[in-house]
T-cell receptor
Framework: AQTVTQSQPEMSVQEAETVTLSCTYD???????LFWYKQPPSRQMILVIRQEAYKQQNATENRFSVNFQKAAKSFSLKISDSQLGDTAMYFC??????????FGTGTRLQVTL | DSGVTQTPKHLITATGQRVTLRCSPR?????VYWYQQSLDQGLQFLIQ???????AKGNILERFSAQQFPDLHSELNLSSLELGDSALYFCASSVVGRHQETQYFGPGTRLLVL
C-alpha cells in the first residue's frame, strides 16, 4: 500500500519570503503521479501542481515549484514570494495505477505580514 | 471554480438518519470519485464510478452506498448515521478515470451528525 508522509504539521512564513513544504512517499510502483493540493479556509481543494514520476524535470507553476527526488521518494513544494492568499492547508497526494488519491496529513501554512 | 458541483453545501441531521449527497462532474468528465475528510481519518478515498459503473472501492462503510446515473451525476447515500460520520465529503471528477488524469474537486458537503 502507498503511504504519504508530511512531517511538518504547521509552518509560518513572512510575506514575500520563500518556504518549502516537505513530503515523502512510499510505493513499489514505477508509474505514478504526485500532486500538491491547497485547502484554504473555504475548505475547497485546489490543485497547485502535479508531477509525473517518469519526468526528471521538476514541475513549475508560477510561484510554485517542486523538488522531485524519485530515488529518495521525496516531493517537496517551494512557494516563492509568499502572499497572504497562500495561507492554507497543503496536502501532498500520490496516485498510482489504482486511480485513487492517497493524501498526506497536511501542512498548515500561515503567511504573515 | 473547478466545474464540479455538490449539493447541499451543509447538512445537519441526527444519529440514525439517512442522507443523500449529490455531485455533478465537470462537463465531459465520465468518472466521479468520492472522498471523506474527517478530523481523525484525514482525507480518505471512498469510491469511484466510471460511466455509471463502479470502478474502485476504498474505505467505504457498508452503511454507505453510491451510484452514478446516466446523466453522469452521482449520489452518495449515508444511512444509519453515527456521530463519527460527521465530515466533509468531497466529490471529484476526471475525464475517463485513468490514474494519469488530474482529479478536480467540488466544494464539498459538510455533514454534521448530532
Amino acid at each position: 500500500a502507498q503511504t504519504v508522509t508530511q512531517s511538518q504539521p504547521e509552518m509560518s512564513v513572512q510575506e514575500a519570503e520563500t518556504v518549502t513544504l516537505s513530503c515523502t512517499y512510499d510505493t513499489s510502483e514505477n508509474n505514478y503521479y504526485l500532486f500538491w493540493y491547497k485547502q484554504p479556509p473555504s475548505r475547497q481543494m485546489i490543485l497547485v501542481i502535479r508531477q509525473e514520476a517518469y519526468k526528471q524535470q521538476n514541475a513549475t507553476e508560477n510561484r510554485f515549484s517542486v523538488n522531485f527526488q524519485k530515488a529518495a521518494k521525496s516531493f517537496s513544494l517551494k512557494i516563492s514570494d509568499s502572499q497572504l492568499g497562500d495561507t492554507a492547508m497543503y496536502f501532498c497526494a500520490f496516485i498510482g495505477t489504482a486511480s485513487k488519491l492517497t493524501f498526506g496529513t497536511g501542512t498548515r501554512l500561515q503567511v504573515t505580514l | 471554480d473547478s466545474g464540479v458541483t455538490q449539493t447541499p453545501k451543509h447538512l445537519i441531521t441526527a444519529t440514525g438518519q439517512r442522507v443523500t449527497l449529490r455531485c455533478s462532474p465537470r462537463s465531459g468528465d465520465l468518472s466521479v470519485y468520492w472522498y471523506q475528510q474527517s478530523l481523525d481519518q484525514g482525507l480518505q478515498f471512498l469510491i469511484q464510478y466510471y460511466n455509471g459503473e463502479e470502478r474502485a472501492k476504498g474505505n467505504i462503510l457498508e452503511r454507505f452506498s453510491a451510484q452514478q446515473f446516466p446523466d453522469l451525476h452521482s449520489e452518495l447515500n449515508l444511512s444509519s448515521l453515527e456521530l463519527g460520520d460527521s465530515a466533509l465529503y468531497f466529490c471529484a471528477s476526471s475525464v475517463v478515470g485513468r490514474h494519469q488524469e488530474t482529479q478536480y474537486f467540488g466544494p464539498g458537503t459538510r455533514l454534521l451528525v448530532l
